[in-house]
């Protein structure tokens, strides 16, 4: 497999943190790490700060969880610490299955060490001896780099025992995941190190205070951990200094889709959309027009043009309609019907929901279906309200995460796009010419040369026409089987 | 579980011993039990699942459960040459269906299916993380990006150069 592609240029606004070291370092050589300052950060808190202390330093430089839901990191942690255990467990979430997001990806294949040395300072904070990354199957080549970067640090003396001679413990080791979106969340990733099914549970109680084994647990996101050794190095106050008044630092986004430049970027939070898609993604693709980005995967929604000039951070993303999630930023132009990507991030719930709560084992599938009839023609003005109804329960009573910001693409489809549903159910039409159940086979004039191969391939003798003279489909009759269109060599029929 | 029984050989069952050993028959180590079974025999039978709950102490119902939960493990065996296209999003919009429709049409068969040669199995898969990369084909560990329906064909040759 290919290495995730970094944008070759970075470009202004850009500030690199936890990406600081990708693409710049050999990442299966410790010491060209340690040259980058690398383990620097662990020695100095070890050696002079109290894990109280420490901790304060990461509350006070305001980072929040960059999995999705923002909560404040430093929080975390104190919380695990305050949790007297004979152990404790430090876990980083590498379980990256946001479609269209691979910033995790990056990291560990780029920059794995900062990963563990971030992990090694979680487990001094909280009191912790041993670590899990816990990742994807399908990331061969960041599992190579992970145990390369754990034998060399403990070959090192950065993990083992008595870390630096100080008399702290602490070793890493990896659990595979095995494609399972909802493993994302945390309870049932937990579950899933447990060698069980990866079905979550109710919190609280925490996994600060009950994580794995029943042990207080501390788990963060791969992007999370890997701005820590920055911030110990650079203090609190310059990380606070970078982002808006509630989202500090900055945040990596997975930028593709229908934009010219496609990658991975790192801009400070603030930034706005525009500025993203049209001066870092340099603008959408063969001049079409800008329709709506997609932020925060499956769990989140579209923005609009209305939205490109509000500065990202996790509160007014949220504010939109969508969310920050783990940073995946899809960008949509004028051919992407909005109906038919609604249908796509359901189809990619209902797959993905464990099963263990009704409303978002059924409910989601329901939802999955009236989609399914509006595009394909079936829809009937009140399936828009039952849409919206039963997307409203969904999120109210789904047991985890997943369930519960499952319907958010519909209802953002449906706050910004209302219009394209309605077209769909009363005029029966996709403007964007995506459904096809909706689009009709026409023929040419210009083209058509009546060669009769498309009278020929009709299956249901639709078409008439003399030979050598122009060619009609009678509509009553087609059943958009597109023999035709395949048959013909002269680009004379077409579907719209 | 499957109608279809197998008999396991000798050094079948030895191996998948010597993995549940090499975990220390550990119940929480199932998955990763199950990674390495599924490396070692391409796939899941019935069977293999069975030998590892007794070795684990656990029911087979248990280990089955765990097998079905993810969609990394698989219960058929996959084709010599495993194809999967990425349904993800950044490949979705950038037309992923239309070549996953190519492959279909071209190898006449459907999703999750496995061709009775053995040769070709068909999947999607949600994401590699090569989203830059859009349209993503995988076939084994060989990555093919930016996939056109007219690529298909050669895609399919390189691994079949006699034709269908």
């Excluded at chain 1, 340690?34 to 620097?40: A, C, L, N, S, V």
Aim: with cysteine; hydrophobic share 35%; net charge negative.
């Amino acid at each position: 497999m290919p290495e995730a592609t970094l944008l070759a240029n970075p470009v202004k606004k850009q500030i690199r943190i936890a990406l600081r070291n990708c693409g710049v370092i050999n990442p299966e050589t410790i010491d060209e790490y340690i040259g980058k300052d690398g383990y620097f950060a662990l020695g100095k808190v070890l050696t002079g700060l109290t894990p109280a202390e420490a901790i304060k330093v990461i509350k006070d430089s305001g980072i929040r969880g960059r999995g999705g839901a923002g909560f404040p990191t430093g929080l975390k942690w104190e919380f695990a610490s305050k949790n007297n255990s004979d152990q404790k467990y430090v876990v980083c979430n590498a379980d990256e299955g946001d479609p269209g997001a691979f910033m995790d990806r990056s990291i560990l294949e780029g920059d794995p060490h900062s990963v563990l040395e971030a992990m090694a300072l979680c487990g001094y904070c909280i009191g912790a001896n041993t670590g899990y990354i816990y990742i994807r199957a399908e990331y061969p080549l960041a599992i190579e780099r992970l145990k390369i970067a754990i034998s060399q640090a403990r070959e090192y003396g950065f993990l083992g025992n008595s870390v630096f001679g100080t008399g702290f413990d602490f070793d890493i080791h990896l659990k595979y995941g095995a494609g399972a979106f909802v493993c994302g969340e945390e309870t049932s990733l937990i579950h899933s190190m447990e060698g069980l099914r990866g079905e979550p549970t109710l919190k609280p109680p925490f996994p600060a205070e009950s994580g794995y084994l029943g042990k207080p647990t501390n788990v963060n996101n791969v992007e999370t951990y890997a701005n820590i050794p920055v911030i110990f190095l650079k203090g609190a106050a310059w990380f606070s200094g970078i982002g808006t008044e509630k989202s500090k630092g900055t945040k990596v986004f997975a930028l593709a889709g229908k934009v010219n430049n496609v990658g991975l970027i790192e801009v400070p939070m603030g930034v706005t959309l525009r500025e993203v898609i049209y001066e870092i993604g340099g603008g959408i693709r063969d001049g079409k027009a800008f329709k709506a980005v997609q932020t925060g995967g499956p769990s989140g929604g579209c923005l609009t043009e209305k939205d490109l000039d509000i500065p990202i951070d996790y509160e007014n993303l949220i504010a939109c309609g969508s969310m920050m999630g783990s940073g995946g930023m899809i960008v949509m132009d004028e051919d992407d019907c909005m109906v038919s990507i609604a249908k796509f991030f359901l189809d990619f719930s209902v797959e993905e929901s464990c099963g263990k709560c009704s409303p978002c084992r059924i409910g989601n599938k329901r939802l999955y279906e009236l989609l399914e009839r509006i595009c394909t023609g079936k829809g009937e003005m009140k399936d828009i309200d039952r849409l919206r109804n039963l997307s409203e329960v969904i999120k109210d009573t789904s047991l985890c995460g997943l369930g519960q910001s499952s319907p958010n693409p519909v209802l953002s489809t449906l706050d910004n796009f209302y219009h394209e549903y309605i077209s769909h159910v009363e005029d029966k039409k996709c403007t964007a010419g995506v459904c096809r159940d909706l689009m009709e086979y026409f023929i040419v004039e210009d083209n058509c040369v009546g060669c009769t191969a498309c009278a020929r391939a009709c299956p249901v003798g639709a078409i008439t026409g003399e030979r050598k003279e122009i060619h009609l489909i009678n509509l009553e009759i087609c059943i958009k089987c597109g023999a035709c269109m395949e048959k013909c060599k002269f680009d004379a029929v077409i579907l719209k | 579980m499957s109608s279809v029984k197998i008999e396991l050989r000798k050094d079948q069952t030895d191996k998948i011993h010597t993995i549940c050993d090499s975990f220390g028959n550990q119940e929480g180590e199932l998955i990763n039990v199950l990674h390495k079974s599924q490396e070692t025999f391409g796939y899941l039978p019935a069977e293999v699942q069975e030998l590892i709950a007794e070795k684990l102490e656990i029911s087979a119902a248990k280990v089955y459960g765990v097998v079905t939960f993810y969609s990394f493990f698989s219960m058929t065996p996959k084709g010599e040459f495993p194809i999967s296209i990425c349904t993800g999003t950044a490949c979705y919009v950038r037309g992923a269906e239309t070549v996953l429709n190519e492959f279909k049409k071209q190898l006449e068969m459907e999703v999750g299916e496995t061709r009775t040669d053995g040769k070709f199995s068909l999947s999607c898969l949600r994401c590699v993380g090569a989203c830059g990369l859009a349209p993503v084909v995988q076939v084994g560990d060989k990555t093919y990006g930016r996939v056109a329906p007219d690529d298909v064909k050669g895609i399919i040759e390189e691994y079949l150069p006699a034709g269908l």
